[in-house]
């Protein structure tokens, strides 16, 4: 289904499945199909609700630099769950996506009932050096997308041992990446890529949340491992799971340890909670 926001962008969404709000939140460059994989079994005990990011995958794609920031990336959010009638919902974010379920449950603690923050961060990501980050915008604005991939692919920053044991072994996953990498926006690229690398620590504001909280994280994820162990650290009473053999993708590159995970603390909410 198309969902409206109220800037007139066009969101791409899918929901399936009964229960509890679920909304799971990919991140950068990625899609909604993160995650189809495991939604139909999340399904059999929530109302499970995906959807592709303005700039990425099905939804629109605005020229204009203003319409993307991770602030307007957690209101579509917020929007996509009120336009289904989802008061309050159970919340998943990754890496980017985690960014704008921070933001989102920050601005509005009430209506999320239990967050999961998945290989991201709290602030900016150690290791992105902003000057790089700016070349690339500059590269996607001026050269185009494929130029910037061929430039990412060389300098390959998330691939770890089991996302290339992934690409040799999974039967095309290499062709699903190259997929969304096409779908995706230059100007999103530019605009979010230079907000990230430049975000504001807002690990100690995390420290205010009453919510149940799991942290996930694959064990090879270098650049995300420590800011993942901060949150759950810093969050009162937050569970961290570390995905063993997994990198900055666990649910593609360790999908039974991931799904035990999630669905192991989503059936341990209280009653109430569902």
């Known amino acids: 289904m198309r969902i409206t926001a109220d800037d007139g962008v066009q969101l791409e969404v899918k929901e399936c499945g009964s229960g509890p709000g679920l909304v799971l939140v990919h991140g950068f460059g990625g899609a909604k199909e993160d995650f189809a994989d495991h939604v139909d079994a999340l399904g059999e005990h929530h109302r499970v609700v995906v959807f ?49 379920a921070r933001r989102l449950v ?21 290791g992105i050096d902003p000057d790089l980050v700016d070349l690339g915008a500059e590269i996607a604005l001026t050269e185009g997308m494929p130029r910037l991939k061929q430039v990412q692919d060389e300098l390959d920053p998330l691939a770890t041992p089991a996302y290339r044991r992934l690409l040799e072994e999974r039967p095309g996953y290499a062709q699903y990446q190259e997929r969304k990498w096409a779908a995706l926006s230059p100007v999103m690229w530019a605009t979010l890529a230079r907000e990230i690398a430049r975000q504001p620590e807002q690990l100690p504001a995390l420290a205010g949340l009453t919510m149940p909280v799991l942290v996930i994280v694959g064990e090879q994820d ?37 799904f035990e995970a999630l669905d192991g603390f989503l059936r341990e909410l209280p009653v109430a909670l569902a």
Request: glycine share 8%.
């Open 52 to 100: 592709d990011h303005r700039g990425h995958g099905e939804s629109d794609k605005p020229d204009e630099s203003g319409a993307y920031s991770l602030d307007r990336l957690a209101m579509d959010t917020r929007q996509v769950a009120d336009a289904l009638g989802l008061d309050r919902f159970r919340l998943l974010g990754h890496s980017m996506g985690g960014m704008v």
């Open 106 to 126: 920050l601005a509005e603690p009430a209506s999320v009932d239990a967050l999961v923050l998945m290989n991201t961060s709290a602030g900016p990501v150690p």
């Open 222 to 258: 270098e650049q995300f491992f420590t800011c993942c162990e901060a949150i759950a650290a810093t969050i009162p009473d937050a569970r961290c799971v570390v995905i063993p053999d997994a990198g900055h993708s666990p649910q593609f590159e360790a999908p039974h340890a991931w």
